[in-house]
């Protein structure tokens, strides 16, 4: 969740879509990677593997999760393995720019740029101008990001210029081992051009702090680092003292102006396995080499990195996934299932990958177009908005022990106490008197948790994609998130229970809110 003023949602309108590289992706990266059943996340230790396992033998997805997370260092990675994911289940890979071919029954979805998927299941019993039930999340995190001329030297040492990223907590990105993943354009054989995705697993750069014999009265006056001067990750002391004669004679092809230190282009160019001159581009975020894992005294947390927002993508996810992979679970469906995952929403969703570009939307007229018969009825896209509902799944703030005091009194979501219902009357969050009760009467039928957070009136309230999908084509919203701790740290907390919690209830939306909604008529 980002914690920014958001931009005035766009008005909607259409796109067309043009041909790019960036929609080639080499199927290797899709090596058979199936979802568990048992975790094998040696990261954990013996005592969490355990409990993980104990755990998911009744149905937890919280070892699937760490996996997930461990993949996705980038929004790009997460775009990825959720796609492999999907096609490993069955879904069908659409492409924005072919004609669609759409049957009820059907499961598909699309990326875009990458960083943004669509996926839906169609109900067999569908007929145009049904509703859609979708759950909306994001794919980006606070960061530090390359610039496009990264390479500088101080004092004898290289280091990297980055800009950063949203809204982050960055005195908590000092003394991290980090490194960069993100994807590369590179020079094909045949003249043409492909991107690929790359990530440098070990320890590349550091951010290091000021000793306090430098810098006194630090703990008295707070770290309060200059982000353009001091957020600059070192890489290594000059290249003519460190580098072996290899990487200097594979270097001496680069221009000693280039954009970026050969070492750098050099340790991206070992770990996808092309020469140096075929990297024509590079999109690289900064990254915590740490592993996402099970922490606390019971091995009650998850300890990670990117949980805002990449829980709530996952546990969407895979509710989808699953709500749909047995024969028969579409067999008495009249509406659309849908998970949209966005990128940008950091920093505003204004982008075409974004939250604020008519992506979602453009994806339902086609699906109505492709499975009307022989006639489509008056206005079919604004009666299925209108009968859809949206789900905006984004991190919430949880009761923070040693800072009560900043939750409003009674409005204080713990951890381990289930889905999170935001609340702001100044619009901040979607949400309503109507879709709070028909979100919550989910969670009454199957019994699982909810919560509910206002922000304090003496202070700002940050905001997600609700808001600006709910305006864009007038859809029934409710925002939700799973508590956690440390939001936007390079190193973030939240229950394990929560995530099981999350992904039941997102399977419950889907299987029963068509039942749900028509008990309730607001307008008549």
Request: charge should be neutral.
């Amino acid at each position: 969740m980002a914690a920014i003023t958001r931009l005035h949602p766009p008005s909607l309108f259409f796109l067309k879509s043009s041909s790019s590289l960036i929609t080639r992706f080499p199927s290797s990266l899709y090596s058979p990677r199936p979802l568990r059943t048992l975790s094998t996340t040696a990261i954990l230790g013996s005592n969490a593997q355990s409990q993980v396992s104990t755990v998911e033998a009744h149905g937890s997805i919280v070892g699937d999760l760490l996996d997930y997370l461990n993949e996705s260092w980038t929004h790009f990675h997460a775009t990825a393995e959720a796609k492999r994911q999907l096609i490993d289940a069955g879904f069908h890979l659409l492409n924005e720019n072919d004609e669609w071919d759409l049957k009820p029954g059907g499961r598909y979805f699309f990326t875009r740029n990458m960083s943004c998927l669509v996926a839906f299941a169609v109900g067999e019993k569908y007929s145009a101008g049904n509703g859609f039930h979708v759950i909306a999340a994001h794919t980006d995190s606070p960061c530090l990001k390359l610039k496009p001329r990264s390479a500088s030297t101080k004092s004898g040492c290289l280091m990297i210029n980055v800009q950063t990223y949203g809204g982050g907590l960055w005195h908590t990105w000092f003394d991290r081992d980090l490194s960069v993943a993100g994807r590369v354009i590179l020079r094909d054989g045949n003249g043409s051009f492909i991107q690929k995705l790359v990530k440098v697993k070990r320890p590349l750069l550091r951010i290091p702090t000021l000793a306090i014999h430098l810098d006194r009265t630090v703990n008295k006056d707070g770290f309060k680092p200059n982000v353009e001067t001091h957020l600059i990750p070192l890489l290594a002391s000059k290249l003519e003292e460190t580098a072996s004669s290899e990487t200097k004679e594979k270097s001496t092809t680069t221009s000693t102006k280039a954009a970026h230190h050969p070492l750098l282009m050099q340790a991206l160019s070992d770990e996808i396995n092309c020469n140096v001159d075929d990297i024509v581009s590079i999109e690289l975020n900064v990254c915590d080499t740490q592993p996402s894992c099970l922490g606390g005294g019971n091995n009650e947390f998850i300890f990670s990195g990117r949980l805002d927002n990449l829980a709530s993508s996952y546990c969407a996810l895979r509710a989808l996934i699953d709500s749909c992979k047995s024969p028969g679970d579409l067999a008495s469906e009249h509406a659309i299932r849908m998970v949209a995952l966005f990128d940008n929403e950091e920093v505003g969703s204004g982008s075409i990958q974004g939250a604020g570009a008519p992506t979602m939307f453009q994806a339902m007229r086609r699906i109505i177009s492709c499975l009307a018969e022989k006639y489509v009825g008056e206005c079919s896209f604004e009666r299925a908005v209108r009968q859809s509902f949206l789900v905006s799944a984004d991190m919430a703030h949880g009761v923070h022990p040693n800072f009560m005091d900043k939750h409003e009194e009674y409005h204080r979501p713990e951890m381990q106490k289930g889905l999170v219902i935001k609340h702001n009357a100044n619009q901040r969050y979607a949400t309503s008197g109507v879709t709070s009760f028909l979100f919550q009467e989910i969670g009454k039928i199957h019994n699982l948790p909810t919560q509910e957070f206002v922000v304090r009136n003496d202070m700002g309230c940050g905001s997600t994609i609700g808001p600006i999908l709910a305006s864009g084509a007038g859809i029934r919203t409710v925002d939700c998130g799973i508590a956690q701790l440390s939001m936007h740290s390079v190193r973030e907390i939240c229950g394990k229970e929560d995530i099981d919690i999350a992904y039941k209830y997102f399977k419950a939306f889907y299987q029963t809110f068509s039942s749900i909604d028509r008990k309730l008529i607001v307008d008549s």
